[in-house]
């Protein structure tokens, strides 16, 4: 079975509570080639110094390692930046309080090795919060399901690099859903491989959970400007999906 090139990214800012089990992750993973990219902005407590402190196991397990901490402009910015430092020939993106599960790396050169002509790979998620376990993310993509809402789980999976050289890289205006937007792009015939198992855990929290609102509106935007949607029905499915969201948040409350 061939063995891919694989480059994960990583943007980090102030991290110091997590960074440290995103990297151990990352190292215990044994598929090579592998690249690890994480981008900084310039954080203020010990992250950069968990980081740096890392080198040395990155070179003794193979891992090829580069990381840079100046000021950018969001997390799009930082993983524009990561992108063009890639040298993968298919790349990741994965929150500085998220972890691989064990032997992830493999399951996605075993499908990258069974699937032909995919843009994307994409797999499951946990979500937890304080080591407890929320709820569980992803699902096969369906553009019927896709073009209204953003269903597949983006953390983790793989894109090939030459949809970047193809389509562009994310759009820093947006500060949300820039991945969904991002795919969308090519619409109906973005060709996406899944992973019916479980191989990233993200800690609950980040920055579409804390916006919920303000995530809907850019998904809207993104729609309508990207994928051409018709606006009254894109703004009619935003109300709809958030209600229900909201409903459900209250009710568990």
């Not at 740096?52 to 580069?66: H, M, N, P, T």
């Not at 032909?116 to 553009?143: H, M, Q, Y």
């Not at 949809?163 to 996406?192: C, D, H, M, W």
Request: glycine share 8%.
């Amino acid at each position: 079975m061939k063995s891919s090139p694989l480059t994960v990214i990583t943007a980090s800012f102030n991290s110091q509570e997590t960074i440290g089990r995103t990297i151990e992750s990352i190292l215990s993973q044994d598929h090579r080639p592998l690249e690890y990219i994480i981008i900084d902005g310039a954080s203020t407590d010990k992250t950069c110094e968990i980081i740096q402190g890392s080198e040395k196991r990155f070179e003794e397990k193979g891992i090829l390692f580069k990381w840079i901490s100046e000021t950018d402009h969001g997390i799009y910015s930082a993983w524009n930046k990561g992108v063009k430092k890639a040298s993968g020939e298919w790349i990741s993106f994965l929150g500085s309080d998220d972890i691989y599960t064990e032997q992830s790396l493999d399951e996605y050169n075993k499908a990258i090795n069974d699937l032909n002509s995919v843009d994307f790979i994409t797999a499951k998620a946990k979500i937890k919060s304080k080591g407890k376990l929320l709820r569980d993310f992803g699902e096969p993509w369906r553009w019927s399901i896709f073009k209204k809402e953003m269903k597949i789980l983006h953390a983790g999976g793989f894109l090939n690099k030459s949809y970047f050289q193809e389509y562009g890289l994310f759009e820093e205006s947006y500060k949300i859903t820039g991945y969904y937007e991002l795919l969308l792009r090519k619409g109906a015939n973005l060709k996406v491989g899944f992973i019916d198992k479980f191989l990233v855990e993200m800690e609950d929290g980040g920055i579409s959970n804390s916006n919920i609102s303000e995530a809907f509106r850019e998904a809207t935007h993104a729609k309508i400007h990207t994928a051409k949607r018709n606006k009254l029905l894109a703004n009619l499915e935003r109300n709809i999906v958030l209600t229900k969201i909201l409903i459900k948040k209250a009710l568990a409350n």
